[in-house]
């Protein structure tokens, strides 16, 4: 890479993690704001809600990547051409290729490392935030719904054939991944209500295997009487306690209590699987999986959209304008991203168009947007 090639990515480089950290800095102040109600309850205290906060910030980091790129790169951009530094690169021979292979190159690292808090980091902090302020505030996660949460289950043989299909019902999942107030319909491979079970308590001890307590089952038992007439009988059967296989494991479960876009990649994989294996509708999930996957691409896209910004000189608006713009773009683009999101799921598109067609559209008003600037005398 040329002097001038560093000079121009280390300069937006610089101007990105300023306005990210300007973000970063927004964002934990209003949620450490929005924590202080909660003070006082339970064991939680200040200390508890700044740990809280700090442990959410790599999840903003994430989610604000992309815009703080574009306003970053803007920023660095309009400060080059308000003080000439831009036409005095260009005519030193920078052309639009050399510029643009500058952002990208800078715009690369931050994808990259967006990928990876995306993936490896915010997650699993994410998780450790909520389970420190559960812990804390002495509560636990309740379900989706009103009756908790609903979760499919197949209990398989050796050779992967289904033996017996169940709809688990988990009443609240604590910090722990522990279950309480369990209730499990079991049916065989006709959809015949077999057993209901229902659990105080449920602990997973591992290899797919959970330790339920103050079990209460009901068996459905089918018969037929003397005259060949089918008859149904019931017997109810109380254990303190006994063990449970299931190829639902705490990992799956606390998936299913997540919002799609806090898991990581390989856990909207699982867990997507598992959905398909159960015959279950997992387009929401295929949706988040595929922004897993685009999301750090529009980095890129963010730091190329901005680069026309450069070749404005001073006259065609000040650094002010210029940056506001950027905002305007960087918000255009986030609820272009949801609404897509929600267009692809409500007409069943395919997954990796939904989520690929805000990036596609801002990269082709890059490309247009470079090539108006290029026609500019």
Not at 35 to 40: I, V
């Amino acid at each position: 890479m040329t002097v001038i090639g560093r000079y121009l990515s280390r300069e937006i480089a610089i101007g990105v993690l300023f306005v990210l950290f300007g973000f970063l800095g927004l964002f934990a102040f209003f949620d450490l704001v929005n924590e202080l109600d909660d003070l006082g309850r339970g064991a939680y205290r200040i200390q508890h809600a700044v740990a809280f906060v700090a442990l959410t910030l790599p999840s903003h980091v994430y989610e604000l990547m992309p815009i703080a790129a574009l306003i970053g790169a803007i920023y660095a951009l309009a400060q080059f051409a308000s003080h000439s530094e831009f036409t005095a690169m260009r005519a030193a021979g920078m052309g639009r290729t050399l510029a643009l292979r500058g952002v990208l190159i800078v715009g690369a690292a931050f994808a990259v490392l967006t990928a990876v808090i995306g993936e490896a980091v915010a997650p699993p902090a994410e998780r450790l935030a909520q389970s420190l302020r559960l812990t804390a505030l002495g509560s636990a996660v309740g379900g989706q719904f009103r009756s908790g949460m609903w979760i499919k289950d197949t209990l398989r043989d050796v050779d992967g054939t289904p033996l017996r299909l169940r709809f688990v019902n988990i009443g609240v999942l604590r910090p722990d991944a522990s279950l309480d107030n369990l209730q499990i319909f079991e049916f065989d491979t006709e959809f015949t209500l077999r057993s209901v079970i229902r659990a105080g308590r449920a602990v997973f001890v591992g290899d797919g295997r959970w330790r339920l307590t103050d079990i209460e089952e009901t068996e459905f038992i089918s018969g037929r009487t003397l005259d060949r007439l089918p008859t149904l009988s019931s017997r109810v059967v109380k254990q303190a306690e006994r063990e449970w296989a299931s190829e639902l494991g705490p990992e799956i479960v606390r998936v299913a209590m997540l919002e799609p876009d806090r898991m990581s990649l390989i856990g909207l994989v699982q867990y997507t699987r598992h959905l398909r294996e159960n015959r279950q509708n997992a387009e929401r999930y295929e949706i988040a999986l595929w922004k897993k996957i685009v999301y750090p691409l529009a980095v890129i896209v963010m730091m190329t959209l901005a680069l026309p910004f450069g070749y404005l000189q001073v006259r065609a608006g000040s650094i002010g304008y210029k940056v506001f713009a950027g905002i305007m773009l960087g918000i255009a683009f986030h609820f272009l991203n949801g609404l897509f999101s929600h267009l692809g799921l409500l007409n069943t598109w395919p997954a990796w168009l939904s989520v690929s067609i805000p990036s596609m559209v801002a990269l082709a008003v890059a490309f247009c947007m470079l090539g108006w600037v290029g026609r500019m005398k």
